[in-house]
């Protein structure tokens, strides 16, 4: 059948696909629209697999939290190259899926695929974003954070979201301070809230590394254990988030900041999602 310049260009307004996509689209489905949309669909799903192998770390990374702040959510939308994560279509594609997440508040990263955005699962709105950009487009990080209180932080270009849980309600002061926190997060990248939360191996590894070094400077045997715990605090200080200096205040520690800020105030968790 004859297809129309009009009939490709309503094809394109209606996914986004290129012009000559739209008419072999068309062509195909034999002017039916829903047949030549699930055709480029189907043509996404190609490029998708064809492109599975594909690097894809460039992107946006966007956190929010709820009305009432005691919900957070972290998505990484990724792409192949930087041109397409600038874009301002698909750094509001992250934001609508963003917010969705938070409004569902789906358990993992399956949960979220398969929510429906617009009438489709957003599973088949990113194959349908691979037919139309060309790139590999997937979620590759989904983070949700439950608290009395959560604040969020995004850094540099949409490219890391933190999210921290507090034990206080948000409000003007809580969050103002959660906020500092996360950007501590995002700038120091510490490993745990506190020694607490220090994995087993690493505090294993860090005092043996410790021992090596009294002993390379020719300590005694006797006191290599003593000075190992000397450095695993020092360890503990620069590694942790409550124990290392507060960034924007060198004379406090971030505990000292959130207890200065409100009575008690103090972080029990946080997420951190970078791209890369």
């Excluded at 699930?38 to 599975?52: E, H, P």
């Amino acid at each position: 059948m004859n297809i129309t310049a009009a009939d490709v260009n309503k094809l394109r307004t209606m996914t986004g696909a290129g012009m000559m996509d739209c008419k072999k689209a068309l062509t195909e489905a034999n002017g039916d629209f829903d047949a030549a949309v699930d055709y480029l669909r189907k043509k996404g799903q190609k490029i998708s697999a064809s492109r599975s192998d594909r690097d894809a770390k460039e992107g946006a990374v966007i956190a929010q939290t709820s009305a009432d702040g005691k919900t957070g959510v972290i998505v990484s939308l990724n792409c192949e190259t930087d041109f397409v994560a600038k874009n301002e279509d698909f750094v509001n594609f992250a934001k609508e899926i963003t917010t969705l997440a938070l409004d569902k508040q789906p358990e993992n990263l399956e949960a979220l695929k398969a929510l429906e955005l617009n009438g489709l699962s957003i599973a088949d709105r990113l194959t349908e974003q691979v037919g139309k950009i060309g790139e590999k487009i997937d979620i590759n990080r989904y983070e949700i954070l439950h608290a009395e209180g959560v604040a969020a932080y995004i850094h540099g270009s949409n490219r890391m979201g933190v999210l921290v849980a507090m034990n206080q309600a948000a409000n003007d002061t809580t969050t103002a301070a959660g906020k500092d926190a996360a950007m501590q997060v995002a700038a120091m990248n510490p490993i745990a809230v506190n020694a607490d939360g220090v994995d087993q191996e690493t505090i294993r590894r860090e005092i043996e590394v410790g021992k090596e070094q009294a002993r390379a400077e020719g300590k005694p045997e006797e006191m290599l254990e003593k000075i190992a715990q000397g450095k695993l605090n020092k360890f503990y200080k620069d590694s942790t988030l409550l124990a290392q200096e507060f960034v924007k205040d060198g004379s406090k520690t971030v505990a000292q900041m959130l207890d200065t800020s409100s009575k008690g105030l103090t972080i029990s968790e946080f997420k951190r999602v970078a791209l890369g």
